[in-house]
Each structure stands twice: as C-alpha cells, then as structure tokens.
C-alpha cells in the first residue's frame, strides 16, 4: 500500500537552513504536502506542491519534488527558534492523504 | 478564523468501556476525516465521510469503530469497546472538497489513554 517515509529528528543551528526530506512510495499522487505541529496544537498545512511541479518556492520555504525518485523536500532559510515543531510530510493519492511519522526539528542557539 | 474543534481534548478509559470523540468541523466543509497517532507512530488515516456516508476507511476502522454526523455540526467517532492499542491520538480533520488542493483542516486532537 501507499507509504511516506520521513527521518525522525533533525537539530539545526539558529539562522542555517533546514532541509527536511520525505521518501512516498505512491505513483498515483496528485498533492504533496508539507504539515506543522507546534506542541499541544493540531497539524496546519504550511505548503504544498502540485505532483507536476519540481519547485515551490514561498518565502523562507523551498518545496522541491523529485518525482522520478519519488522524493519531496522542505527547505527552511534562516531557521529562527519559532520554526521549531513536528514536519509532516503528506501525499495525496488517489482517494486520501497518508503522513508519515513526521520530524521533529529543534534549533540550537 | 474558522477552526475545526474536538472535545474531549483528554480522556482516560477502563479497558472494555465505549468512548465517544467529538469534532466540530468548520461550517461549509463537505469532507470529514480521522486519523489518529500512536505516540511516536505515524498518522494514520481511518476514515473519511462525504454526503452522510462513509466514503473510505482503513483496516485500522474495524467493526469496534463507527462514525455519525447526528445534526449538522457534530462528527463524532464511536469506539464500542476499548482495547490497550487504541491509545492514542485522534484528529479529526475536515476540507471543503475532496478534489481539490485537498487541504485539510486539522483540530488539535483528542488524547485517549485506555488503561
């Protein structure tokens, strides 16, 4: 069946960028999607990609798709301590949208 | 800014007893979702809810599990009889329509502890 495969941590230094990956193994996707859970708060959707796009670009974020290789990334530019929380990745399929386990970013000072 | 919204934000249950989770989606959505996260585990997607029927579901959503939008606000999900393994977190998501961007729109969750 579908799957979204994402690492689980990832610590930056405050001000470097981030770049958060994802691995989905579903070739019907139509949408990808990047999610944002702070603590205690629901996911919100942050950005996403239209599966014939290889780049999105919005602000600080850079949303790259490889989809030969099935790969999507997130890219945070100068990464501030207000973007630490959970990343999901999300792929929309043909009839729902699957997560993966999502990625914890921390920031160091 | 419209918000989907789930009650109980906590609930602890004996092993065996019914739970029933309540979300509130936002008024001019058509599409209704759960999913859940076991802790450290994936979202998982359970099921979705489109014109008063259910639309998809996942081997997760077994017999144990139901849905009802009983008025026009409420969606709640109905567990008969909880087991250990339902522990987790459960977001009820909702989005206008289901073909577009496809965006949804998360609650905060509901944290269920079966002991």
């Known amino acids: 069946g579908e799957d979204v495969e994402q690492s689980l941590f990832l610590s930056v230094r405050e001000g470097d960028s981030s770049v958060i990956n994802c691995t989905y193994t579903d070739s019907s996707s139509t949408y990808l999607y990047w999610y944002k859970q702070e603590p205690g708060a629901g996911l919100q959707l942050l950005t996403y990609i239209f599966s014939n796009m290889d780049m999105k670009q919005d602000q600080r974020l850079t949303v790259l798709l490889n989809k030969k290789d099935k790969h999507l990334s997130l890219r945070i530019a100068d990464t501030q301590t207000g973007d630490s929380a959970i990343y999901f990745c999300a792929d929309r399929g043909a009839s729902k949208i699957i997560f993966g386990s999502g990625t914890r970013l921390s920031i160091r000072p | 800014e419209p918000e989907v919204t789930q009650t109980p934000s906590h609930q602890v249950t004996q092993m065996g007893q019914e739970v029933i989770l309540r979300c509130v989606p936002i008024?001019?959505?058509?599409?209704f979702y759960w999913y859940r996260q076991i802790l450290g585990q994936k979202v998982e997607f359970l099921v979705s809810f489109y014109n008063n029927e259910i639309s998809e579901k996942s081997e997760i959503f077994d017999d144990q599990f139901s849905v009802e939008r009983p008025d026009g606000s409420n969606f709640t999900l109905k567990i008969r009889s909880t087991k250990l393994e339902d522990s987790a977190m459960y977001f009820c998501?909702?989005?206008?329509?289901?073909?577009?961007?496809?965006?949804?729109?998360f609650g905060e969750g509901s944290r269920l502890t079966v002991l």
């Open positions: 008024s001019n959505h058509l599409y």
């Open positions: 998501a909702s989005s206008k329509q289901g073909a577009d961007t496809g965006e949804l729109f």
